[in-house]
């Protein structure tokens, strides 16, 4: 096997080909892994329960024959109370200012492909930070729309293909013109021509806090075992009534989601670290090979990789959700659009589970081997889960089983009541965590328990459904 790089020193920037090279030494797709006995006893014990509970649907009595949904409830339960049990240090906290941050140097990538309606937001709230960044680097993935227009009154002008170009008017500001390879390509670009401590990614249709800079670069000086850091994200939909009922539901989703995020924060198990908005040590991202570009999810596989490459090399490395980084982020204001997001996500989460699945169980990446990861592979079915326990349930109700529909029912009822005080308690701390009370109304989040079972939870599986399609089938590529 190569052996793995040693971490750089320095802030020199890497040269594209010592990145490569650092890729192939590290990456699963091109290293061999052997997949151990635990892996393959977890993933298939997930399938098979599956399985079993399906063929049974038919002739079981009572409850047993809505296994699936019973399996499904018990897990999300356990799922809530994890999370429940993790959080509880957030419900005596306030939110308070991020002490002054030491001097570390930050330098922020916006990878961008046709983004000329956003950018120009973007900027404007990189320009705001009270602690503004070392430099904005563009990182212009191959645009054919205005973006050019879009630049001009920042006093950039176009470069020539594989050229950086500097504002005349604000300081730090770069375009880096890329031809179009992805936003993984584009990010490992830009990461070699930036010489700063730390990275932060930015999406063009991400909209960071004031004090979001300041935040990062402080987190990074206190902790320097800190090798990745995502904020909260807020989400944002445009106009219309459709538009606004997915903003409803996403921003109930986004607060358990980031809630959950700090719970195995806690137990070191963290691997969702947001692209939208998320920290790097720079030098770490290079000694790894930077993000995969043939991953639908650069920024989830790249946490598996640096886990991985800090096992190897018996380094203590962290990962953290900071509650004091916050940013609005473009979300989707369609049916359509939803679900073809969720399909990229799960099918690129289901491709770096495979990728990984060595780490499944495996004692040597510690709480993230033996907790998270199997979490994870229980993940990989739960959608198909859920769809089923709903097909089933139609099924009853078109056959008169009224005698299993009633115990079902009260199950069902107790499930909805424990997600009414799960969304009023994740309301409360997330408002103790972030101090943002935007968007998080206490009668709305009553609404959304009720609702959510039986319309967007629908709605994320099928996404998630067409995830599976996407990851059989091959595909890597994003899509428009």
């Known amino acids: 096997m190569t052996p793995l790089p040693r971490p750089p020193t320095g802030n020199e920037c890497p040269p594209m080909d010592q990145l490569t090279h650092n890729f192939r030494a590290t990456s699963p797709r091109h290293i ?3 997949t151990p006995p635990a892996s393959w006893l977890i993933h298939g014990a997930v399938f098979g329960v599956f399985v079993l509970l399906l063929a049974r649907a038919g002739n079981a009595n009572g409850l047993l024959a809505w296994g699936a949904g019973l399996v499904y409830i018990a897990y999300d339960t356990a799922l809530l109370a994890f999370t429940a049990v993790q959080t509880r240090p957030l419900a005596g906290r306030r939110h308070a200012p991020s002490p002054p941050a030491a ?3 930050v330098s922020v990538i916006v990878a961008a492909h046709n983004e000329a309606a956003g950018l120009p937001g973007t900027i404007a709230a990189l320009l705001r930070q009270t602690d503004p960044p070392d430099e904005i680097l563009l990182a212009d993935d191959g645009s ?3 973006t050019a227009s879009a630049l001009a009154p920042y006093g ?4 020539a293909l594989g050229a950086l170009a500097t504002s005349a008017t604000t300081a730090g500001l770069r375009w880096l013109r890329l031809a179009h390879g992805g936003k993984a390509v584009a990010l490992n670009e830009a990461v070699c021509r930036v010489g700063s401590d730390v990275v932060l990614t930015v999406d063009a249709d991400t909209f960071l806090a004031p004090d979001a800079v300041a935040a990062l670069r402080a987190a990074f000086a206190a902790d ?3 090798v990745a850091a995502t904020g909260v994200l807020t989400p944002v939909c445009g106009p219309g009534t459709g538009a606004r009922l997915l903003q409803w539901f996403q921003t109930y989703e986004y607060i358990r989601n980031f809630l959950s ?8 198990g963290l691997l969702l670290i947001s692209g939208a908005c998320a920290g790097f040590r720079r030098d770490a ?6 993000f995969d570009p043939d991953c639908l999810v650069e920024d989830y596989e790249l946490i598996h990789r640096l ?3 800090a096992a190897v090399h018996g380094l203590v490395w962290r990962t953290k959700v900071l509650g004091d980084v916050q940013a609005r982020t473009d979300a989707p204001s369609s049916m359509t659009a939803f679900l073809r997001q969720r399909r990229r996500w799960f099918g690129g989460f289901l491709q770096t589970q495979f990728l990984y699945r060595d780490m499944v169980g495996n004692p040597a990446y510690g709480r993230l081997g033996t907790w998270m990861l199997p979490v994870k592979a229980a993940d990989t079915m739960q959608p198909l889960y859920g769809l089923a326990a709903f097909a089933l349930l139609l099924g009853y109700l078109a056959h008169g089983q009224w005698g299993l529909l009633a115990p079902v029912g009260g199950i069902i009822g107790a499930k909805i009541g424990i997600d009414l005080g799960f969304h009023l308690w994740s309301v409360h701390l997330y408002r103790r965590w972030t101090g943002d009370r935007t968007g998080t109304h206490f009668g709305y989040a009553l609404a959304a328990s009720l609702l959510e079972p039986f319309s967007f939870q629908l709605l994320r599986h099928g996404g998630a459904l067409l995830g599976w399609v996407m990851f059989l089938s091959g595909q890597r590529g994003w899509g428009r």
């Open 103 to 105: 001097q570390m140097s």
């Open 32 to 34: 061999a892994v052997r």
């Open 144 to 146: 054919t729309d205005e």
């Open 285 to 290: 991202v290079v000694a790894v090979g930077g």
């Open 261 to 268: 995020r700090f719970a195995w924060m806690r137990a070191d």
């Open 156 to 159: 950039l002008h176009q470069p």
């Open 224 to 226: 320097p075992a800190l």
């Open 307 to 309: 886990r991985r490459y």
